[in-house]
């Protein structure tokens, strides 16, 4: 399931950035082949936009938080392990920064290189992965109750 959510549905758990990426994907693909966006796709390139938006002004030095509740360190943070990201603060701000430009031109409608949309579907399910992963190890690593 791609939906970030907190919370535990049919013995499955997903952790929450504040929208779904099923969606995200949708409407990246529609914007590309040129279709109307559903106010709610249009949304998810909002709320994936400002999510990014977060993270560069965390490079800048400033706490932001995205509309999700998620701070600027906790969306670097899991920026940077999904993707499993190495290299500088100034080349992770470059590479988000390249990312927020294709969402602003799909947003306002307009097209996008195709190798430009496939890095930020590669990224949106890096960090869906990622965020499934760490909800399960969470849940599976910590035993409550007492042990006899």
């Not at 999700?68 to 940077?80: H, L, N």
């Not at 602003?104 to 579907?121: F, H, M, P, Q, R």
């Amino acid at each position: 399931m791609n939906q970030f959510q907190i919370g535990f549905t049919n013995g499955k758990s997903d952790l929450s950035i504040g929208f779904d990426t099923n969606i995200l994907l949708d409407a990246i693909y529609k914007s590309i082949q040129g279709s109307p966006l559903s106010s709610l796709e249009v949304n998810s390139l909002w709320q994936a936009k400002d999510f990014l938006e977060s993270i560069v002004q965390f490079c800048n030095g400033t706490h932001k938080m995205s509309t999700a509740g998620i701070s600027g360190g906790e969306a670097f943070s899991i920026y940077v392990n999904a993707l499993e990201f190495e290299g500088t603060v100034e080349d992770i701000k470059k590479s988000v920064s390249e990312h927020i430009k294709v969402l602003n031109e799909l947003e306002k409608g307009n097209t996008a290189n195709e190798d430009d949309v496939g890095s930020i579907v590669d990224v949106f399910q890096s960090i869906s992965k990622y965020l499934n992963n760490e909800v399960l190890s969470f849940t599976s690593s910590n035993i409550g109750g007492w042990r006899i």
